[in-house]
């Protein structure tokens, strides 16, 4: 069966422990909060969409904003690490890689490029997820009982660095490797989930949900579905709120789906435009934050200008 990593996954937890006592210098600063670390990324190549690379551009901004401003370690990458997971699988192999090479952090945070961050202060509550190794946005009877592939996002989760990770993940990736097995899996997945296109390919989000209805006692009692706050949320159900400036919370994750920004082929139920504009101004929504504690705003949140909040 495919594995991810070269290396197989030895008793991590106890090697981890090891690092972290012989490190214990280094981590006592801060060491009664779990530390988090982001993961995200984007293509090799160049967007094919026109301005797609200005949008890459300031939704990473908007990523390095949200990291400086809590002390999130993060890292962007640019690189398939494993080519038989290419596109939307390569970010298994990511955080594959980067649990090993990175035993300080306690959970990883993988977020979509086409994501934004619109409640700047929010903390994720990581100490209230107690035993839970995977954390999704999503809800348990569109997932259990629909057995839909929207049940849950896969553009943003949580996962904690430990041993159970490991294990999961490789099962996670055994329906992405390209070719035959994505070709396969994609069709196993729509003969199983009940509003998936029927000739799509294997996708990850697809592959959680079949896992986590079909091995639900394997894995079940460690992953929670969270909607308490968006870890996720889609965008055409946010932008009402985000120009509602009444709003006292609002989201905290803004996720494009759909738009494809940097390919170009978005979803035609909606227009581009509409995708632009709105990416516009959650990116704006969400820059207002971090400008105030430099004295400005944007002249509009749909203008890239800027003024001073108080003028002379
Ligand atoms: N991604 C990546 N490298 C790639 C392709 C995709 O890191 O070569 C990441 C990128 O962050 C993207 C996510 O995988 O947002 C999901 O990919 P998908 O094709 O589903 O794009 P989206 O629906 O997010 O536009
Ligand atoms: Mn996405």
């Known amino acids: 069966e495919y594995k991810l990593g070269r290396r197989p996954s ?73 080519e038989n997971m290419d596109g939307f699988w390569s970010k298994l192999p990511l955080i594959r890689a980067a649990m090993e090479a990175h035993p300080e952090a306690d959970w990883f945070w993988w977020v979509d490029s086409d994501l934004v961050i619109t409640d700047m202060a929010f903390e994720i509550p990581l100490h209230e997820y107690g035993d839970y190794n995977l954390v999704v946005h999503g809800w348990e009877s569109e997932v259990f009982e629909k057995k839909s592939v929207l049940g849950l996002n896969a553009g943003s989760f949580l996962l904690r660095n430990c041993a159970w990770s490991f294990r999961f993940m490789d ?81 905290f994750v803004t996720h494009f789906s759909g738009c494809q920004p940097c390919s170009g082929n978005h979803n035609p139920n909606y227009g581009k435009q509409q995708c632009r504009n709105a990416m516009e101004l959650a990116l704006n929504f969400a820059d207002n934050q971090v400008l105030k504690s430099l004295g400005f705003r944007h002249c509009t949140l749909n203008s890239l200008n800027v003024e001073p909040l108080i003028s002379v």
């Open 171 to 251: 099962r996670w990736a055994s329906m992405g490797p390209k070719g035959r097995i994505r070709t396969l899996s994609g069709r196993i997945q729509s003969a199983f989930l009940t509003d998936r296109s029927p000739n799509d390919p294997g996708d990850d989000q697809s592959a959680l949900v079949y896992f986590m209805i079909k091995e639900r006692r394997t894995w079940g009692d460690k992953i929670l579905l969270e909607r308490r706050y968006n870890l996720n949320g889609y965008w055409l159900d946010l932008v009402g709120e985000l120009l509602d400036n009444r709003t006292t919370a609002p989201p």
């Open 10 to 82: 030895r008793d991590w937890d106890a090697e981890r422990k090891i690092w972290l006592s012989n490190h214990s210098q280094r981590n006592h600063a801060d060491s009664s909060s779990p530390r988090l670390f982001m993961l995200t990324g984007s293509q090799p190549e160049p967007c094919p969409a026109e301005q797609g690379d200005h949008l890459l551009l300031k939704s990473f901004k908007n990523k390095v904003d949200y990291c400086m401003l809590h002390g999130v370690q993060m890292y962007y990458n640019t690189a398939i690490l494993d």
